[in-house]
């Protein structure tokens, strides 16, 4: 399985990025999927989740701001930031429930 994430890059505070994540050698409708990031000291943290259903869990800092979505004809895991804050900026990483991880793609939000 490998995971590619991309999408991100430097934005001023309010604005919006979409990161993606393509998918080779899993099926995304058949799996687990997360958002984490990680800030310089601090360990990584889970910013949003969906289920093979479709369910899917945020953080509380993201919640209403974040969309993650599932795009299976492409094998895709989307995460839509609006709004963003200074506080989001760090590296995120698509992950593939249990441990799979994707190599991380940097987002910096200027304030």
């Known amino acids: 399985v490998q995971l590619q994430a991309f999408g991100g890059g430097w934005v001023q505070a309010g604005e919006s990025l979409r990161l993606s994540c393509a998918v080779s050698?899993?099926?995304?409708?058949?799996?687990?999927w997360a958002w984490y990031r990680q800030t310089p000291g601090k360990q990584r943290e889970l910013v949003a989740r969906?289920?093979?259903?479709?369910?899917?869990d945020y953080a509380d800092s993201v919640r209403g701001r974040f969309t993650i979505s599932r795009e299976d004809t492409q094998n895709t895991i989307g995460l839509q930031m609006n709004s963003l804050k200074p506080e989001d900026t760090g590296v995120y990483y698509c992950?593939?429930?249990?441990?799979?991880w994707g190599q991380g793609t940097l987002v910096t939000v200027s304030s």
């Open positions: 050698g899993a099926a995304t409708r058949l799996n687990s």
């Open positions: 992950h593939m429930e249990p441990r799979h």
């Open positions: 969906i289920s093979p259903a479709g369910f899917t």
